[in-house]
């Protein structure tokens, strides 16, 4: 019973360095496109640093949210367990 609640305390750790990498990622993202949109002038560079910043946004918010939702469950199956 033991080794179970190890391997899920290690998994926790794991889930939660994903979420935060993520998350962090998410927000800079967004931010880089806030940033072009309000202080670059209208160019195509413009559009293609919102762009860049869009697709690092999207995968990394969803790979922060599917983290999140682990970290979830599994401190809800913990509470369960005892």
Do not use: W
């Not at 998410?26 to 919102?50: C, H």
């Amino acid at each position: 019973m033991r080794a179970k609640k190890k391997i899920t305390k290690k998994h926790q750790v794991y889930y939660f360095k994903y979420f935060t990498l993520s998350a962090i990622l998410f927000l800079i993202s967004l931010g880089t496109v806030l940033y072009v949109d309000l202080l670059l002038p209208q160019s195509e560079k413009q559009e293609l640093l919102a762009l860049i910043g869009l697709v690092f946004s999207i995968p990394s918010g969803l790979l922060a949210f599917y983290c999140y939702l682990r970290l979830l469950f599994s401190r809800f199956q913990h509470f369960m367990d005892n």
